[in-house]
């Protein structure tokens, strides 16, 4: 909302300093009544100007100042604007004074008056265009504050409501009560994994982060449950590689591709179907890939579901820009006969 194109900084850029050369000529130009001199002395000594505020304003201050790096912009800071003093001292003396106001007296080239003149003139116009960036930088960052916070609580909402679905859950009890008919041995276990499932679902959404096992542990439930309704006619392959303590992500950053995996892949009640899905862990990053099968002679064709079925790989996608911003790779791929996600994120390490 806030951040400036090009062209916007172009624009802004152009009025401020024809406004700054105006205002400097008329001003310095008062005494003599002589303002196109004046002009033309602003006009031909204001390049180094405004390099500086550009090194300063574009390219320093997205560096040093907004990544917290303080002391190094004050030292780099320093150092510019006595360099740049130094530059607009020699044009000053070497260009302006002998080829153009050969009538002006010069001054010794390392006049510390002259010098210090330079350095607040600097200092001066540099000010509004350093205060403006940092006020589009805090309303930026306080407007993404804002849309994380909004596109969580959508999250949050999306999951409570019908992240477990009702319709899946009644389908597990269904299975449950045929395994208790059958005094089976799983009906406690099936029992536990559902009380996991809701607790995870219910509570622990609400936190800003899970830890990664909890995660592939809830991730783990959701499959067996799904098992005991397909095992007869789907292939399921999942496969943890690496050190997954220690880190925490995002809660329902995984299941999201899982659902719609299930959900495109057994469309077709007939035929047979599989999903294989592998999670690895290397040097802070997870890389998460799910394949799935797709119907053979069947025209569905995949997509990153929105619906109120779930929360949805759109939803992920949209949380995964706000939250891991350059941080994260995403890619998906419809090929004919299966469906691909692979997911790239950088993780928190808290051990």
Same mark, same amino acid.
């Given at each position: ?17 024809? @406004? ?65 003093? *130094? ?12 080829? *153009? ?56 909402? *999306? ?82 590689? @690496?050190?997954?303590? @220690? ?62 079925? @779930? ?28 469906? *691909? ?11």
């Amino acid at each position: 909302m806030y951040k400036l194109s090009i062209t916007q900084k172009v624009k802004l850029y152009s009025v401020y300093w024809i @406004g700054y050369i105006l205002l400097l000529s008329l001003i310095q130009g008062m005494p003599d009544k002589d303002f196109l001199t004046s002009l033309t002395n602003e006009l031909l000594s204001v390049g180094p100007r405004i390099v500086f505020v550009l090194l300063i304003v574009e390219v320093l201050m997205p560096q040093l100042i907004f990544k917290r790096r303080s002391a190094e912009f004050i030292l780099i800071y320093v150092l510019l604007i006595l360099f740049f003093a *130094f530059i607009q001292r020699l044009i000053d003396n070497q260009l302006i004074i002998r080829y *153009f106001m050969k009538h002006w007296q010069p001054e010794p080239l390392f006049s510390v008056p002259v010098y210090l003149y330079n350095v607040i003139k600097l200092q001066f116009v540099v000010t509004i265009p350093l205060a403006l960036k940092l006020f589009y930088h805090l309303a930026e960052e306080k407007s993404k504050v804002q849309a994380i916070q909004s596109e969580k609580l959508q999250a949050e909402l *999306f999951s409570l409501r019908s992240q477990l679905q009702p319709h899946f859950l009644f389908n597990v009890l269904n299975s449950l009560y045929l395994k208790i008919l059958d005094k089976s041995n799983d009906s406690a276990e099936i029992v536990l994994k559902i009380s996991d499932l809701l607790r995870f679902s219910v509570y622990d959404v609400n936190r800003k982060t899970v830890s990664l096992e909890e995660e592939i542990l809830y991730l783990k439930n959701y499959i067996d449950l799904q098992q005991l309704r397909f095992d007869n006619r789907l292939e399921m392959s999942l496969s943890v590689f @690496g050190k997954v303590d @220690g880190y925490h992500i995002e809660p329902f950053l995984i299941l999201p591709f899982v659902e719609n995996s299930y959900k495109y892949c057994l469309s077709d009640a007939h035929s047979m179907a599989w999903i294989t899905i592998s999670i690895n862990v290397n040097d802070d990053w997870l890389v998460v890939k799910i394949e799935n099968s797709l119907p053979e002679d069947s025209l569905v064709t995949q997509v990153a579901d929105t619906s109120k079925s @779930g929360v949805g790989i759109a939803n992920v996608q949209r949380r995964l820009e706000l939250l891991y911003p350059d941080q994260h790779q995403l890619t998906v791929k419809n090929n004919v006969s299966s469906f *691909f996600v692979s997911l790239k994120l950088k993780m928190n390490n808290v051990a």
